[in-house]
């Protein structure tokens, strides 16, 4: 199990560094493995759904979530990533309904191509992103029928739209090379613009996707806020690791508000110095809890 937990340490290392690094200064060390393994399992995942065509991708889901689903109920495996998961979940049984719900999620991610409407947003941020956040999250925060447990659930629902929103603008390059984007089409109309358009001027399309950022970027900003009581819902020795998750998401938003309409060409990202200054702060209250 060790050298299981190991190379999930090291995948993550190497493929989420930001989620990396906060884990490993913002929790205790006990925990730290547990959480490594669900990111690494969420990175697995992620994986299987990226390659292929979209019947390939479908295949390879219900073929990883045949095999998890069989792991969770006490199959055995080969596979590094599902002995780890399968031992997080034994020590911290709260994390198998999120296990389940995640994998549920996961044909919606995979047949993903941009959004029609708002609404379609928010069901994918219901049926995907949020079991995806909650995989971690549930190591951190209060179990199911406790006093906190439901404000920690709606606290995590913003925080994760919020993530998502800002993702979808600071990804734009990227996303339009696949053909698809997260900005909801019925949005996009709004302003006169279209996915072709996108794609092929992007130039002329400056203007109008400034203020197609700006709604967005709004709408981002409004649940962020929201989530600021998130850290209050937890034990103390966890507030450092979700007041920074916090202040990195608000450094993202502040980078995609700055480029505007230009996030089309170069996309955004914070400064890595302001990102790790904001670890290093959280870092030194985290040591003094500690004490």
Known sequence: MRRDYDVQRKL???????????????????????VLAAVAFMHETDRRIDLGDLSARHEALHSW?????????????????LRALEDTVRRHPQMAERVRDFLDGTPIEAAWHGFESEAELQTYVDCYSMPALMLTACLIGPLPGAEQYEAFERGCRQLIEAMQRTDFLADLPEDLQEGHIGVPR??????????????????????????????????ADHVLLQARELPALVEPQYRPFLRALIAVQKLRLQAVKAVGGSVLKNGASPAASTTLQILWQEYRAFRKQQR
Do not use: S
Request: proline share 5%; charged share 35%; hydrophobic share 40%.
């Open 12 to 34: 993550v290392r190497r493929y989420r560094r930001e989620e990396y690094l906060a884990t490993r200064l913002l929790l205790p060390a006990e925990l730290r493995p547990y």
């Open 65 to 81: 979530n045949g095999e998890v689903k069989a792991v969770l109920d006490g199959a055995k495996t080969e596979q590094d990533t």
């Open 186 to 219: 019925d949005e996009l109309m709004r302003h006169g613009l279209d996915v072709e358009d996108l794609r092929e001027r992007p130039e002329a399309c400056v203007p109008a996707m400034e203020r197609v950022v700006n709604a967005q970027a709004a709408l």
